[in-house]
């Protein structure tokens, strides 16, 4: 079946790097549009960055500048790399897949930036 493992989560101090990966199996990857979202304690779910099966890239206005969302379809693999990080992007990250039929998600990796 179809699974989305995300990994590369942690503690990390702010202006710190961190990234992400999102390893999928079970579906044709390069046929599905990804993306990464999270959710921080006490909010809504948010979008992050999603990037197409043509790899047309889109980023929430918080994370535009420090964050690179890409994928390696060879590896069916899906990427976030986080720079300048910031207290404020503490939360729980999600990788998505989805297509015109399906969605999947993972269960989560989390980023905590503190001192």
């Known amino acids: 079946q179809v699974q989305l493992v995300e990994s590369g989560g942690g503690l990390v101090q702010p202006g710190g790097s961190l990234k992400l990966s999102c390893a999928a199996s079970?579906?044709?990857?390069?046929?599905?549009?990804m993306g990464w979202y999270r959710q921080a304690p006490g909010s809504e779910r948010e979008l992050v960055a999603t990037?197409?099966?043509?790899?047309?890239?889109n980023y929430a206005d918080s994370v535009k500048g420090r964050f690179t969302i890409s994928r390696d379809n060879a590896k069916n693999t899906l990427y976030l790399q986080m720079n300048s990080l910031k207290p404020e992007d503490t939360a729980v990250y999600y990788c998505?897949?989805?297509?015109?039929?399906?969605?999947?998600w993972g269960k989560g990796t989390l980023v905590t930036v503190s001192s």
């Open positions: 990037i197409t099966t043509g790899s047309r890239i």
């Open positions: 998505k897949g989805w297509n015109l039929v399906m969605e999947y």
């Open positions: 079970g579906m044709r990857f390069s046929f599905y549009a």
